[in-house]
């Protein structure tokens, strides 16, 4: 196991370069499940844990990792696969960091670290409904076979366990920007549904329009679209928040992508990801990003809509 994390921690300078590694694993079932190796701190084998009168029943329990308590939520149940299989013994805890929490989640056996493009990463078929729990599949050829690998929403599987609250404290609304921004309209590029929601259900709130597209080669797509209209995309929208990591086109060749049309390389950007560190402060500057936040600060994401309509309103005096 610790030769596989070291591999790990090597391999995250792979984000930003259109590529990725998958920490692949097993639930109990025929299928195949992975998370993004960025996410993940470590591996460990099921560890000792308390029981917490009145948690989620999700939440397997809360142990102690580094000298703090973190829940492990039970994966397999949170993503509702079937529990009539008698023979599943969970062997494994991944744990991880999203949107500046810490959790671990109680998996069965660790199958493989895979790098792959995100080329080959594709959205999950319309088929499996609104419901579902993947944010991305992909294929994986090893043993001489080739298989589906399942790539998990972990944002959507949280937010049935932890309730985030997108309500905007009185003392960052600004009453007279927001006058400015109703109508605005803003672009939301993000893989997940939950997070797109989550954007939309806190921005709403000041009147602005919100668009969204899943990955960035829609989102692409769609901006050079009003650009061939001769739209001024840079005035039709306010700002476009982008999240790092999606299937087909990343924020970061999204975010390049822009900047080397001049029909539209003045728009605002602001990377909103679930990755956290110095690492994506270095790769909005090299991609040429405006801002960088972290998931989720609802006051964060008003506090950046303000600051870029305080900037226009400066500058048309």
Request: glycine share 6%; hydrophobic share 40%; net charge negative.
């Amino acid at each position: 196991m610790s030769k596989l994390m070291s591999s790990i921690d090597q391999r995250t300078q792979l984000v930003g370069e259109n590529r990725l590694e998958l920490l692949l694993f097993k639930l109990g079932s025929r299928h195949t499940f992975a998370l993004n190796v960025f996410k993940v701190r470590e591996v460990i084998t099921v560890p000792k844990m308390n029981k917490m009168p009145g948690s989620h029943y999700h939440i397997s329990g809360v142990t102690d990792y580094r000298g703090r308590s973190i829940p492990i939520i039970d994966l397999r149940t949170a993503i509702h696969l079937s529990a009539n299989n008698p023979d599943y013994v969970p062997e494994n805890v991944i744990i991880t960091e999203y949107n500046r929490s810490v959790q671990g989640f109680l998996i069965g056996q660790i199958m493989n670290i895979v790098n792959t493009s995100w080329s080959d990463i594709q959205p999950p078929p319309s088929s499996v409904g609104k419901n579902n729990y993947l944010t991305a599949i992909t294929r994986y050829d090893g043993d001489g076979k080739s298989e589906l690998v399942e790539i998990i929403d972990v944002e959507k599987v949280l937010s049935e366990i932890v309730e985030y609250d997108t309500s905007i404290s009185e003392e960052v609304l600004d009453e007279e920007i927001k006058t400015h921004l109703e109508g605005r309209k803003i672009l939301i590029v993000d893989d997940s549904s939950t997070a797109r929601w989550q954007i939309k259900q806190t921005l709403s709130q000041l009147g602005l329009d919100i668009i969204e597209e899943k990955n960035g080669l829609l989102a692409l797509k769609k901006l050079q679209a009003w650009a061939d209209e001769g739209i001024k995309v840079s005035e039709h929208l306010l700002m476009m928040f982008t999240d790092a990591e999606m299937p087909e086109m990343d924020g970061y060749r999204l975010t390049a992508e822009v900047r080397d049309d001049p029909r539209m390389t003045s728009l605002y950007i602001a990377l909103n990801t679930s990755l956290s560190g110095s690492f994506n402060e270095a790769m909005v500057e090299k991609v040429g990003c405006d801002r960088f936040i972290s998931k989720f600060q609802p006051d964060l994401l008003v506090e950046v809509v303000q600051d870029r309509m305080r900037a226009l309103l400066s500058t048309s005096k």
